[in-house]
């Protein structure tokens, strides 16, 4: 952290900031120039709110230069981190799909979505089992019942499972069924319950809130990762903007940000991001572009008739369509579909 002192700092003034410094674990570094001293304080407090120095008396500006989470740094691991999911690599060189509905709605249906994008390539089905909605008159999901229904179609057509897990008290019931455990947006800062998933042995698809910073979103991550839980995969999911033309607003560009400032695996979730049918396969297809380690798509074979989010589900065929173009994409990169 830099310290900027005024000006017209005193010197007893400047020898206040550097014994609260001090008093805070920092090492602190004094440089005096002609009109300004500047203090280097040195020390990893990722808690440390900076404002606490701002507000001291003939202090002019203070400067983090270390980012305030630390296990979710590219500093940390330099290379990259890659989890291998019962045989499937993410944030390897390889590409994944995760394809399904957003809902599961009955055996049938659950069965007919995973035999079509298994087809296609998909490596992992997802489908919620528990649902928040925003209405509480909405289909809430089937429960335990949809998750056995969601591992027995992943099973018989060899896929993996990605499913929303709702509150601390369905972490256990969720792992039982699932390979991979999703925290929803509406749960990105619900800190105990990160706390909680920071304990948990399944690896853990942590998507971005709804009017996050990618700041707020890594620290979301370390709390998951402070918890012991080494395995969390980001999912840029749209943020909420004033354009309405859209349900969200998908964030490409937190794609490379997120590489640059973090080891963990990226995907991006374009059905939710734009909402729209007609507007995911363009957007899924920058998602592969921009570097992203793969990408969820709602896919539902009678979408009309959905009990949730029908809109923005592709139809099989338009799935196989993607499919084919995003491994062309992938190509392009230097990627392959995983």
């Known amino acids: 952290m830099i310290v900027v002192l005024e000006p017209g700092a005193t010197e007893s003034q400047v020898e206040h900031v550097i014994k609260i410094l001090y008093e805070h674990g920092f090492d602190v570094h004094r440089s005096t120039g002609v009109r300004q001293t500047v203090l280097g304080a040195i020390g990893v407090r990722p808690d440390f709110d900076h ?34 999911i019962g045989g499937v690599k993410i944030g390897d060189k390889g590409v994944v799909v995760m394809a399904g509905p957003c809902a599961v709605e009955s055996e049938e249906q659950i069965n007919t979505i995973a035999a079509r994008v298994a087809k296609s390539g998909a490596r992992f089905l997802r489908g919620g089992a528990f649902k928040p909605r925003s209405s509480p008159y909405s289909f809430q999901g089937l429960g335990e019942e949809g998750l056995k229904f969601l591992r027995a179609a992943a099973d018989a057509h060899q896929l993996k499972v990605v499913t929303e897990v709702m509150d601390r008290s369905q972490i256990s019931l ?8 999703q925290v929803g947006a509406r749960n990105m ?19 971005r809130g709804m009017a996050a910073t990618i700041e707020e979103w890594l620290m979301s991550a370390e709390y998951i990762l402070s918890g012991g839980n080494s ?11 004033f354009e ?24 991006a979730d374009p059905s939710h991001g734009i909402g729209i049918r007609d507007k995911v396969v363009p957007m899924a297809r ?32 338009q799935f196989d369509v993607l499919m084919k173009e995003i491994h062309l994409i992938a190509q392009a990169i230097g990627r392959v579909i995983a």
């Open 51 to 84: 404002r606490q120095i701002e507000l001291i008396p003939g202090v002019a500006e203070v400067h983090r230069i270390t980012d305030p989470y630390k296990l979710a740094a590219r500093a940390f691991r330099r290379e990259g981190s890659v989890f291998d």
């Open 286 to 317: 920058a998602c592969i572009a921009a570097g992203a380690d793969g990408v969820m798509i709602e896919v539902h074979h009678d979408p009309d008739h959905a009990k949730s989010d029908g809109a923005q589900s592709l139809y099989p065929d």
């Open 189 to 207: 800062q619900n800190f105990t319950f990160l706390k909680e998933l920071g304990k948990a042995s399944k690896p853990v698809l942590l998507k």
């Open 244 to 267: 309405t033309a859209t349900r969200n607003t998908l964030d490409v560009s937190a794609i490379p940000v997120i590489k640059k400032k973090s080891h963990l695996p990226i995907i």
């Open 174 to 181: 969720v792992e039982k069924y699932a390979d991979v455990l």
């Open 231 to 241: 395995q969390v995969i980001l999912c840029e999911r749209g943020i909420r903007t």
